[in-house]
């Protein structure tokens, strides 16, 4: 008997591959078609997200693309929570962690949070994939066990450590997800609710009088690119972890 797409996903989270055989096409252009395979199916869906943003992927679509049926799929992953796992478990494994240090742990941590940042912001809106998920794919959970490491290196204590995690990991994925929302609206004509830095300034310049310490520092509030917050905020972060 065939294994079940729960049985396939436990073994790709214990070996760290996919280990389903490629499933077999049907019809006359069975032969010519590529066999779907877990790997066909991550790399079709960063095409779409990368193309078309995370909100264009679905089982649908994505049986589309691949031009079968989503029933085919679902011999290969269990369903979307399945496949978001694998998306970003993919992006996880590209991750360098390196070994912990007492002397830079904060610039090892900040390193971690960085890449994790360029790895979400590469597919737009993938990092919606990760909120309300425990993860269970070994590459994310590496990457958790990394940040731990570094930051109990730090000295920190372990419950401290455990929330740090989960508040940077919160921070890094709300924060790719609203740059990548702006990106998406400043791409289309018909949205106007991304505004230019130059736009900004008059909007506050034009504010009444009751607005006295915005329009005086319009220019701070404004600011800065996404970048310098980025770096700012994490730093933030650090700074008021207990025992650091």
Not at 99 to 113: L, N
Not at 221 to 233: I, S
């Amino acid at each position: 008997m065939s294994p079940t797409p729960e049985q396939r996903r436990a073994a790709r989270h214990q070996l760290g591959t996919a280990t389903a055989a490629p499933a077999t096409r049907r019809g006359p252009s069975g032969g010519r078609k590529k066999p779907i395979t877990v790997e066909a199916i991550i790399s079709t869906a960063f095409g779409i997200v990368e193309r078309e943003g995370y909100d264009a992927l679905t089982m649908r679509r994505l049986a589309t693309e691949l031009e079968t049926g989503p029933a085919s799929l679902y011999a290969h992953v269990v369903n979307k929570d399945d496949l978001d796992e694998l998306l970003i478990g993919r992006l996880c494994a590209e991750i360098t962690l390196p070994t912990p240090d007492p002397a830079t742990w904060r610039a090892q941590i900040i390193s971690v949070c960085t890449q994790l940042r360029d790895q979400y912001l590469r597919f737009p809106g993938i990092s919606r994939a990760t909120f309300a998920a425990a993860p269970s794919n070994l590459d994310t959970l590496r990457v958790g066990e990394g940040m731990l490491a570094i930051l109990l290196a730090g000295g920190l204590a372990p419950q401290v450590a455990a929330w740090a995690i989960d508040s940077l990991n919160l921070y890094v994925n709300a924060f790719c997800l609203e740059v990548s929302v702006a990106r998406t609206r400043r791409s289309s004509s018909e949205d106007d609710w991304v505004l230019s830095h130059a736009e900004a300034l008059e909007r506050f310049a034009a504010l009444p009088e009751d607005f006295p310490q915005t329009k005086r520092y319009a220019a701070e509030l404004t600011g800065g690119t996404v970048t310098d917050r980025f770096d700012f905020t994490i730093g933030l972060m650090l700074d008021g972890l207990p025992g650091a």
